[in-house]
């Protein structure tokens, strides 16, 4: 519940704090002295929009505090300390508007979006107002309403259908886009199978141009290779080429050196070591002359395999054309074009398998449609019945609600039915929607019915606050609305704004919003009355303020409200 909310610099209210307690209190006042002010701060501490227009004139900002007390557990405690509050002696939220329209927002002592203050309102506060009857004027609200009422089996019925709504809704979906694209996934995987066909005809293996790409390099220039190896051969084996039979070549001169010193090394530790490095190079000019004798051995001239070479780096040129810079690159487009032609090939079997499961799912979701309604049904009569009951209490016994469930002829995200609760504001009297059926007074009263009705339910919030719900009624029945309002504030912490002396009557609490003007200024504020202040207050909402019967009737007011 509210324990107290602090108004400052708000409209005509210079400073006011209200102290707010459990069961109905009432808050009243002249016209024009700032009642619907205090709802409209309210509503600022609920997350509602802020105006510069609302700061007091000569201030710099509107502030509105609250203190609430909530029971350990509340969804509204559990979101607030998410959010970093501290909820340790209850719950403080403060709304502040700047005269520059900024608008800021402290949970807990923390500082907060606005829209969390919208959030934890869900949780904490129902605000009706004359023109505000949103639970009967929007038929989306009709169903809330009636889910709410419905309690477990319909909350339990709803989250079966939504789930299996919200799995159809995805595989009609994944299979429409299946279906639309198929031809171009067709023409995808067709491209690439011709693709991967040429690629495994000329099968090209890796690194293959750049192997290719030496050795024609090397028939290209084979006759020069030649004659360059043959004249080094010689040079070292002593050939034809390296100076005549009397040449005996790199391999002779370095024989007869080591010959040579071979003989005269014993006499001297230093030319022995020098005969070894020439023995060195010998062995060495012999494995080289043996390499160039089996290169010339094996680089015979062969201009078919020169051909061969090019007509093979043309046709992988015509794939890396096609397919990457190099074989390489080719030969990776093909294993991730092998892939996605496996992909695609299995859209058909997707298709079927989505079909099938789409198929399924509609007969599920077609049950668990019919689950819903049901439960609703039930739900529906059992609150027709209650709302028809408590306006048998606010001077409308022969009017009849129905909460009608009917058959939308399409599937949504909340079912198939339509709900409309529907009024026959007499007998004999088709019923029709309560918001083209009832008058101005009777929405007021039917909503009220309706808050009664529901107020037990595990949906209720904890606070209900009325802002001249009572407009347009009159005589007995304000009596009876007030009757119901004390009724519902059996269940809940219940803060009236009225004009009705037969309303104010019912209230644990009265509170007085009073206006004062000292020719420069007009300020207004809250202050609670009881005893004969509070005959006095009722006396002249009665229209006879000071009068002796007007005082008689207020005292017989109160006591008939206490009976």
Request: hydrophobic share 45%; net charge negative; no cysteine.
């Amino acid at each position: 519940m509210i324990e107290e909310i602090r108004i400052r610099d708000l409209g005509v209210i210079d400073e006011a704090v209200l102290p707010l307690h459990p069961g109905l209190t009432v808050l009243t006042g002249e016209t024009g002295a700032g009642k619907t002010m205090v709802v409209t701060g309210l509503g600022l501490l609920l997350g509602g929009r802020g105006d510069s227009a609302l700061v007091r004139a000569g201030a710099d900002r509107v502030v509105v505090e609250g203190l609430l007390s909530l029971p350990e557990g509340h969804r509204a405690l559990g979101r607030a300390a998410d959010a970093g509050a501290d909820v340790r002696d209850g719950l403080v939220l403060v709304r502040s508007v700047g005269s520059d329209g900024r608008s800021r927002a402290h949970v807990g002592g923390r500082a907060a979006p606005v829209g969390l203050l919208a959030e934890l309102a869900e949780h904490l506060v129902a605000v009706h107002g004359q023109a505000d009857q949103w639970r009967l004027r929007r038929a989306d609200q009709h169903r809330e309403v009636l889910d709410g009422f419905g309690g477990v089996d319909v909350a339990t019925a709803l989250a079966e259908y939504r789930a299996v709504h919200g799995e159809l809704i995805d595989a009609e979906a994944e299979l429409g886009e299946l279906r639309a694209a198929a031809a171009a996934r067709a023409r995808e995987a067709e491209t690439l199978r011709v693709g991967l066909e040429r690629i495994e005809a000329l099968d090209p293996q890796p690194g293959e141009d750049d192997a290719l790409r030496l050795e024609s390099h090397r028939l290209g220039h084979a006759e020069e290779l030649r004659d360059g190896a043959g004249a080094a051969h010689d040079a070292l084996t002593g050939g034809d080429d390296a100076g005549g039979p009397a040449n005996p070549g790199v391999l002779g001169a370095l024989a007869t050196a080591s010959a040579r010193l071979d003989q005269v090394s014993a006499s001297d530790p230093a030319l022995a070591e020098i005969g070894t490095r020439v023995d060195e190079l010998r062995y060495l000019a012999a494995d080289v002359a043996a390499d160039l004798g089996s290169y010339l051995a094996d680089a015979d001239i062969d201009p078919a395999r020169l051909e061969q070479v090019e007509s093979r780096r043309a046709a992988l040129a015509e794939l890396t054309r096609l397919y990457g810079p190099g074989v390489d690159d080719v030969l990776a487009w093909a294993r991730d074009a092998a892939v996605r032609v496996a992909d695609l090939e299995s859209t058909t079997d997707r298709i079927d398998e989505l079909a099938a499961r789409v198929e399924v799912l509609t007969a599920d979701r077609e049950r668990a449609a019919a689950t819903l309604t049901a439960r609703r049904t039930d739900a529906a009569s059992t609150l027709g019945h209650r709302i028809t009951d408590e306006l048998m209490h606010l001077a409308m016994g022969s009017a009849t609600v129905t909460v009608d469930v009917a058959d939308a002829g399409r599937f949504g995200a909340d079912g198939r039915d339509d709900v409309e609760i529907r009024l026959a504001s007499g007998s004999g009297t088709a019923p029709r929607s309560v918001t083209k059926a009832a008058s101005g007074g009777e929405l007021s009263r039917v909503m009220l019915a309706l808050e009664v009705a529901t107020a037990t339910e595990a949906a209720s919030v904890p606070t209900f606050v009325f802002d001249e719900v009572d407009a347009g009624v009159g005589g007995r029945a304000a009596l009876d609305v007030g009757a119901r309002l004390a009724a519902l504030a059996r269940h809940a912490q219940v803060i009236v704004v009225t004009h009705l002396a037969q309303v104010a009557a019912h209230a644990d609490r009265h509170l007085v919003v009073e206006r004062s003007d000292d020719g420069q200024v007009t300020r207004s504020g809250v202050h609670e009355v009881a005893g004969e202040d509070r005959v006095a207050e009722l006396a002249r909402m009665l229209g006879g303020s000071g009068t002796d019967a007007a005082l008689e009737h207020a005292r017989d007011l109160m006591a008939r409200a206490r009976g």
